[in-house]
């Protein structure tokens, strides 16, 4: 978890790498349009299909290997169960309100921490949100469940809590404004 | 002629009603009825799209969120299951060659869903009831919030839906099975399984020789729609069983009797109706479009298809896929045990990048072994659908994984780049094509009154879909979340161009919707709700 990728980073390599896909899928689809009416050879071998197969399986298998070893928070999210944190919060949620355990949560940087979020009536959401409306990560909170998220920060900023579920027409106005504060980074 | 006589009399008069079987009116009913639909979606669609520029004052929150509750419902049920109900039961008749088991049962369809679909909307539209089609526990019995007449009487155009679809179902296994009268003894229970793809692998097992095409008993079209309806089933059922519930607690509340919410486990809940709901998504829409693929595919080039075992054995794996991949949208609940996640949420749904890879292919092989051809409606639309889907599944991919979708769920990402694009330029663009093509077919030949405005009507829908899912993803990347309200601008850029993308869709419909017009004419369009003299067994004029 000592790892500078945050979410900023993953999107960035998803925008150019989904961007880059959408161009390559839209020349072909129109260079095919351009083909189709036009004479030429027609026969495609079937090693072509077998070979496409197998790029479908790869790809569909190694995305998630990728992701698995190169996206910091996905490992503690999937067997972090028992894995010690330094600081925990409780937060509960309840007639469409957060309820803090203080009005303004102090994160400290680079050391794993736990949000535990409950909900004593509807199924909300739980997000953490940087200045410029980027998120950090978002959960459901269902209620009658533990909804615990482990997260490591590694910047020093000031984010803003927000439901990421939709609880009713009055839960987008579900916001804390600059509750959670991350420092302690040297960078 | 003149624009009027045009307008009222159709293109050269052309389009004569009278001339209609009760089948080809049944099935124009479908189509006019789905457009109607489809046109609430993308009107209610753009005011939320002027909405997310910015709020509108004269629209409170709780209307915007009647709004996006009716929308997709409206969207789904009124629109694609009206469209695609209605060509399925004209061409499984079609490619069987055997009349429809019961038009009275097709007609009884098309009334419950067009009368269900107008009670849900206008009980959302009067008392804004709005659970949003998620329907997340404890939320549509939330009498806080909703009175529970309003949910009642929402619920109860659902159930007139769900009864309709049911109906639907009955007709088309009914049809693949059974032995019209004075024809030949057909073996419905050998149709039946051979209709669900079971021939091949029996045969598999028989130690037989490689399946040839002529093993099967129904043409691969039929496969699709036959699997495809399998899973429309098994979607009713769970949307009726939730619906129950619902109104159950709806009831005792309006009979003074408060039941306690959390006697249903949300996460249980949120389980079993993703379950059913991600029927319509994963399956019954990726298995049918891939039927329809293949169908415009044969049709267009007049030749077998490509690797046809293959598309069978697709669609055969289908089936193991469309039932086990529901955990992809629950990868953001904590308490969802990591084995689903991981096994439904991410592995099974790979798989769906194999399916529907697999059938884009094979579709564009086909098209291509028949070059040159001629680049009509029907050809260019479909190509546009292909496209959507090529677009939209691998974003889908991208959301399903554990670690993106921490950072992906309930953003715009979700619902622009993925859902949008796949329902509006990849299902929507394919039923275009559906509709083009059959509508000489439906109408004994009438002519399209504009090639123009139909060039106009696939490029502006084109980009239109392509754009506002574009903008939308942006936005999602950068944080913006979906079924929310911004008040300060957030987000006011991309929404600006969202929402220029979206009128383009709204225009797109316009044009092709006059064209129709001034194809049938007004008196045509009427013509077509007049009762027809001729036989119902019969599905085009002898
Ligand atoms: C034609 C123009 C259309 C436009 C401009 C449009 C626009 C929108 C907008 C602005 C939203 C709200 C997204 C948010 O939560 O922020 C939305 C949601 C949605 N739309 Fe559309 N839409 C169109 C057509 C359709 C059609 C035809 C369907 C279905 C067949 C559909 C299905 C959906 C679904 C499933 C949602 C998500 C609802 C939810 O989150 O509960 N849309 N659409």
Redesign the interface.
């Given at each position: 978890m000592k790892s500078a990728v945050d979410?900023n980073t993953?999107?960035w390599g998803?925008?150019i790498i989904?961007t880059a896909?959408?161009l390559a899928?839209?020349a072909l689809?129109a260079w095919?349009?351009y083909?189709?009416?036009?004479?030429?050879p027609?026969?495609?071998k079937?090693a072509v299909?077998y070979a496409?197969?197998a790029f479908?399986?790869t790809?569909?298998?190694s995305?998630?290997i990728i992701?698995?070893n190169t996206?910091p928070?996905?490992k503690v999210?999937?067997?972090g169960k028992n894995t010690p944190t330094a600081q925990q919060f409780e937060i509960t949620v309840a007639d469409h309100k957060f309820q803090l355990p203080s009005e303004r949560l102090d994160v400290q940087c680079g050391k794993l921490v736990e949000f535990n979020v409950i909900s004593k009536?509807?199924?909300y959401?739980f997000?953490l949100?940087?200045s410029?409306?980027?998120?950090?990560?978002?959960?459901?909170v269902?209620?009658?469940?533990?909804?615990?998220?482990k997260w490591n920060f590694l910047k020093n900023e000031v984010l803003s809590i927000?439901s990421?579920?939709?609880?009713?027409?009055?839960?987008?106005q579900m916001i804390v404004k600059d509750a959670v504060h991350v420092t302690g980074c040297t960078k | 002629m003149s624009f009027v006589q045009t307008l009222i009399g159709g293109n050269k008069g052309s389009f004569k009603p009278e001339s209609l079987t009760p089948m080809q009116k049944l099935t124009l009913r479908y189509v006019v009825v789905g457009l109607v639909y489809y046109a609430f979606a993308a009107i209610e669609g753009m005011i939320m799209r002027i909405y997310q520029v910015k709020p509108i004052s004269f629209i409170p929150?709780?209307q915007?969120?009647g709004i996006l509750t009716a929308h997709p419902l409206v969207g789904i049920f009124g629109s694609t299951y009206m469209l695609v109900f209605g060509a399925f039961l004209f061409l499984v008749p079609m490619l069987l060659k055997k009349p429809l088991w019961s038009f009275k049962l097709a007609n009884w369809t098309w009334g419950l869903i067009t009368v269900g679909t107008f009670t849900f909307w206008l009980d959302g539209f009067i008392s804004?009831y709005?659970p949003?089609y998620t329907l997340?526990?404890?939320?549509p019995a939330?009498f806080n919030?909703f009175h529970p007449l309003s949910g009642a009487i929402f619920i109860t155009g659902i159930a007139l839906i769900m009864v309709g679809t049911l109906l639907f179902v009955l007709n088309i296994f009914k049809t693949i099975t059974y032995t019209p009268d004075g024809a030949a003894p057909v073996n419905g229970k050998l149709m039946l399984l051979d209709s669900l793809g079971f021939t091949g692998l029996f045969n598999l097992f028989r130690g037989r020789r490689r399946n040839q095409e002529e093993d099967y008993l129904t043409p691969l079209p039929i496969v699709a729609i036959a699997r495809g309806t399998v899973d429309t089933l098994f979607n009713a059922l769970i949307i009726t069983g939730t619906g129950v519930l619902i109104l159950i607690y709806m009831i005792a509340e309006l009979m003074g009797h408060s039941l306690r919410t959390?006697a249903i486990?949300?996460?249980l809940y949120?389980n079993w109706f993703w379950w059913g709901l991600d029927l319509i998504a994963d399956g019954l829409v990726l298995i049918y479009v891939a039927g329809v693929w293949y169908l415009l595919a044969m049709l267009i080039t007049g030749k077998k298809l490509?690797?046809q075992k293959?598309a069978r054995a697709a669609l055969a794996l289908e089936m193991v896929v469309s039932w086990t991949v529901w955990s992809h949208h629950?990868l953001?609940?904590?308490?969802q045990p990591?084995i689903l996640?991981?096994v439904s949420g991410?592995?099974v749904t790979?798989?769906e990048?194999?399916t529907t890879?697999?059938a884009f292919?094979i579709t564009?092989?086909t098209?291509?072994?028949?070059?040159?051809?001629?680049?009509t409606n029907p050809?260019?639309f479909l190509?546009g659908g292909?496209?959507g889907f090529?677009?939209a599944i691998?974003?889908g991919?991208?959301q399903a994984?554990?670690?993106?979708n921490?950072?992906l769920?309930?953003?715009q990402w979700i619902i622009g780049?993925h859902v949008h694009v796949a329902i509006l330029v990849g299902l929507t663009m394919t039923l275009y094509s559906v509709v083009y093509f059959l509508l000489p077919i439906l109408t004994n030949g009438a002519e399209l009154w504009s090639q123009k405005l139909a060039n106009l009507h696939f490029w502006l829908h084109l980009l239109g879909g392509i754009g506002m899912g574009?903008f939308m993803g942006m936005a999602g990347?950068?944080?913006?979340?979906r079924?929310?309200?911004y008040y300060n601008g957030?987000?006011e850029g991309y929404m600006w161009l969202a929402a220029l993308s979206g009128s383009l869709l709204l225009i797109a419909l316009g044009v092709f919707l006059f064209n129709i017009v001034m194809t049938l004419g007004l008196r045509g369009a009427i013509g077509v709700f007049k009762k027809s003299d001729l036989d119902a067994r019969e599905l085009l004029p002898q």
């Amino acid at each position: 978890m000592k790892s500078a990728v945050d979410s900023n980073t993953v999107l960035w390599g998803q925008t150019i790498i989904y961007t880059a896909y959408v161009l390559a899928i839209m020349a072909l689809m129109a260079w095919f349009a351009y083909n189709i009416v036009r004479t030429g050879p027609s026969k495609i071998k079937p090693a072509v299909f077998y070979a496409f197969v197998a790029f479908l399986v790869t790809t569909g298998v190694s995305l998630h290997i990728i992701t698995y070893n190169t996206i910091p928070w996905t490992k503690v999210d999937l067997h972090g169960k028992n894995t010690p944190t330094a600081q925990q919060f409780e937060i509960t949620v309840a007639d469409h309100k957060f309820q803090l355990p203080s009005e303004r949560l102090d994160v400290q940087c680079g050391k794993l921490v736990e949000f535990n979020v409950i909900s004593k009536d509807l199924t909300y959401g739980f997000g953490l949100f940087r200045s410029d409306n980027s998120m950090v990560f978002q959960m459901q909170v269902i209620p009658g469940h533990d909804n615990i998220i482990k997260w490591n920060f590694l910047k020093n900023e000031v984010l803003s809590i927000r439901s990421t579920e939709y609880s009713g027409p009055e839960g987008s106005q579900m916001i804390v404004k600059d509750a959670v504060h991350v420092t302690g980074c040297t960078k | 002629m003149s624009f009027v006589q045009t307008l009222i009399g159709g293109n050269k008069g052309s389009f004569k009603p009278e001339s209609l079987t009760p089948m080809q009116k049944l099935t124009l009913r479908y189509v006019v009825v789905g457009l109607v639909y489809y046109a609430f979606a993308a009107i209610e669609g753009m005011i939320m799209r002027i909405y997310q520029v910015k709020p509108i004052s004269f629209i409170p929150p709780k209307q915007y969120f009647g709004i996006l509750t009716a929308h997709p419902l409206v969207g789904i049920f009124g629109s694609t299951y009206m469209l695609v109900f209605g060509a399925f039961l004209f061409l499984v008749p079609m490619l069987l060659k055997k009349p429809l088991w019961s038009f009275k049962l097709a007609n009884w369809t098309w009334g419950l869903i067009t009368v269900g679909t107008f009670t849900f909307w206008l009980d959302g539209f009067i008392s804004h009831y709005a659970p949003l089609y998620t329907l997340y526990w404890p939320l549509p019995a939330d009498f806080n919030v909703f009175h529970p007449l309003s949910g009642a009487i929402f619920i109860t155009g659902i159930a007139l839906i769900m009864v309709g679809t049911l109906l639907f179902v009955l007709n088309i296994f009914k049809t693949i099975t059974y032995t019209p009268d004075g024809a030949a003894p057909v073996n419905g229970k050998l149709m039946l399984l051979d209709s669900l793809g079971f021939t091949g692998l029996f045969n598999l097992f028989r130690g037989r020789r490689r399946n040839q095409e002529e093993d099967y008993l129904t043409p691969l079209p039929i496969v699709a729609i036959a699997r495809g309806t399998v899973d429309t089933l098994f979607n009713a059922l769970i949307i009726t069983g939730t619906g129950v519930l619902i109104l159950i607690y709806m009831i005792a509340e309006l009979m003074g009797h408060s039941l306690r919410t959390s006697a249903i486990d949300a996460l249980l809940y949120k389980n079993w109706f993703w379950w059913g709901l991600d029927l319509i998504a994963d399956g019954l829409v990726l298995i049918y479009v891939a039927g329809v693929w293949y169908l415009l595919a044969m049709l267009i080039t007049g030749k077998k298809l490509f690797m046809q075992k293959w598309a069978r054995a697709a669609l055969a794996l289908e089936m193991v896929v469309s039932w086990t991949v529901w955990s992809h949208h629950l990868l953001s609940d904590q308490s969802q045990p990591a084995i689903l996640k991981v096994v439904s949420g991410e592995m099974v749904t790979a798989f769906e990048l194999i399916t529907t890879g697999l059938a884009f292919f094979i579709t564009l092989a086909t098209l291509w072994s028949a070059r040159p051809l001629k680049m009509t409606n029907p050809l260019k639309f479909l190509i546009g659908g292909l496209l959507g889907f090529a677009l939209a599944i691998p974003a889908g991919i991208m959301q399903a994984d554990v670690g993106l979708n921490r950072i992906l769920h309930n953003t715009q990402w979700i619902i622009g780049p993925h859902v949008h694009v796949a329902i509006l330029v990849g299902l929507t663009m394919t039923l275009y094509s559906v509709v083009y093509f059959l509508l000489p077919i439906l109408t004994n030949g009438a002519e399209l009154w504009s090639q123009k405005l139909a060039n106009l009507h696939f490029w502006l829908h084109l980009l239109g879909g392509i754009g506002m899912g574009g903008f939308m993803g942006m936005a999602g990347l950068h944080g913006m979340l979906r079924r929310t309200i911004y008040y300060n601008g957030e987000y006011e850029g991309y929404m600006w161009l969202a929402a220029l993308s979206g009128s383009l869709l709204l225009i797109a419909l316009g044009v092709f919707l006059f064209n129709i017009v001034m194809t049938l004419g007004l008196r045509g369009a009427i013509g077509v709700f007049k009762k027809s003299d001729l036989d119902a067994r019969e599905l085009l004029p002898q």
